[in-house]
């Protein structure tokens, strides 16, 4: 009898032995691979999400296909024209938007064929609810603009109600009236 309850004795504790090897070594790094499957799965419907969204925005934008150049591209007789149009654009949202354009610079890149990259580099003071607004303003121009670059600090000792100093570039393409 006594043999028998230390063969049962013994069959438990290398059962636990087995169970707790078993557990450590093979069911936790299947636990943490599950859990970093999910994770991943996660972001990958999160992408095709975005990417979705995009073709949805790109067929709305554009009727079904990528967009004509024609459609991106500022016309106007010469690049001087272009980039006043541009600048006081800039000028022009960012006070709609209640901000306060502290100077604007202009410079003009020629591609070639007629066409040419107009950049504003523009320094402003503006509230974080009107910067927004004023991001919504130049990302829904049509030509497009872009912002080249976009440099937000906070001016802690503001003395109006525009606490961020804001550094962007803004940049659009401009076409010569007779640019294919």
Do not use: C
Request: proline share 5%; no cysteine; glycine share 8%.
């Amino acid at each position: 009898m006594r043999g028998s309850i230390l063969l049962g004795l013994a069959i438990v504790v290398v059962l636990s032995l087995l169970y707790w090897s078993v557990d450590r070594f093979y069911l936790v790094p299947l636990a943490t691979a599950d859990q970093r499957i999910a994770d991943l799965t996660g972001q990958l419907a999160a992408l095709r999400e975005r990417e979705n969204l995009a073709r949805t925005e790109q067929t709305s934008f554009g009727g079904g296909g990528p967009a004509s150049a024609s459609s991106l591209v500022e016309r106007s007789p010469d690049s001087g024209a272009a980039s006043s149009q541009l600048q006081e654009y800039a000028r022009a949202a960012v006070a709609q938007s209640d901000g306060l354009a502290a100077s604007s610079q202009v410079m003009v890149s020629e591609i070639g064929g007629g066409y040419s990259k107009v950049s504003v580099l523009l320094r402003l003071r503006i509230g974080e609810p009107q910067l927004l607004e004023f991001l919504r303003k130049v990302e829904t121009r049509s030509p497009p603009v872009m912002f080249d670059s976009l440099e937000v600090r906070l001016v802690p000792t503001s003395p109006d109600s525009r606490p961020l100093d804001v550094t962007a570039t803004l940049s659009g393409f401009h076409g010569n009236a007779d640019a294919r």
